[in-house]
């Protein structure tokens, strides 16, 4: 018996750490029979999970004799989250659907397994809080014989990290030797993310930075920055030899993976070069956005 629960341990520490490894988080809820969530097998009868975040996963089940099982949640505007459903193998015919709670439209339906490499099958639906705060959840069994069991799980969908890179070669600026009030640009200098594999698919732009080290180090300099899907440079807000900060964020909706181009304005007449340039990218990208979601 020692030994069972040991290796029942050892199985559970690796699903976990798997998961963890791919930033998602599945919960399987424990079958438990005598304390599963029974009688919601309408909308009207919706078992009411409440504020996601503060929910107790719990078995869920469909009685051999009803169809399907519907669950009501709520969430907040500013809020993406994705809703997992699953069980030990996913019959054939199952579908997992997800409505706004006010108009009953049906938003997303899900009939196939999300993540196949996952170790724990499921499927899975979206839900954004500026399509609505209030939903419905409904299960239904497919073709599955009997009393079915199964577990829902909550999570944020979306997850923000911060990555440096390098630009290649150098700036160099001749000089604003008209000592022109507006000063001299320097030439242009890139970074392609375009191609960059650590990047994740659909990530945008929450706070970007550029760092320099600048020779010789001179006053009312600023740093210039610009990427391929906009045409306009940024300006840095403030005026630094050796960084740069922009007035970008998550609102512009600005993808990560491109080319980026920077440059450097100077007022003094004397010549000047930039290098060892970096960019500073703090991002948010969606963890769900290569699962199937249909």
Known sequence: MKAIVSLKKVVVCL?????????TVVVRAEINPDHAITGNNSKETAYNIGYWKHKIIKTCSIDEKQNEAWFSFNMSQDEQIYITCSRENIPDGMTFSIFNANTMKELRRSTKIANP???????????DGTESTSYLL???RGNYEGDMFFSLNFADRM???TKTFDFRGTARNNGNKG???????SNVITVDLSRETSIPKGAIVNRVETSSYMSPNQGNVRHMLMCQT???????KVSSATSGSYYINSSNRIPVKQIWSFKYNAKAGAKSSMNSVKLRVDYIYDITSDWNFR
């Open 117 to 127: 490499s996952s170790f724990i099958k499921f499927l899975a639906v979206k839900a």
């Open 15 to 23: 699903v976990v750490f798997s998961l963890l490894l791919t930033n």
């Open 159 to 161: 997850k923000r990290t």
């Open 179 to 185: 000592m022109s009030f507006a000063g001299v640009d």
């Open 138 to 140: 409904r299960v239904e």
């Open 230 to 236: 906009e045409s306009a440079w940024w300006t840095s």
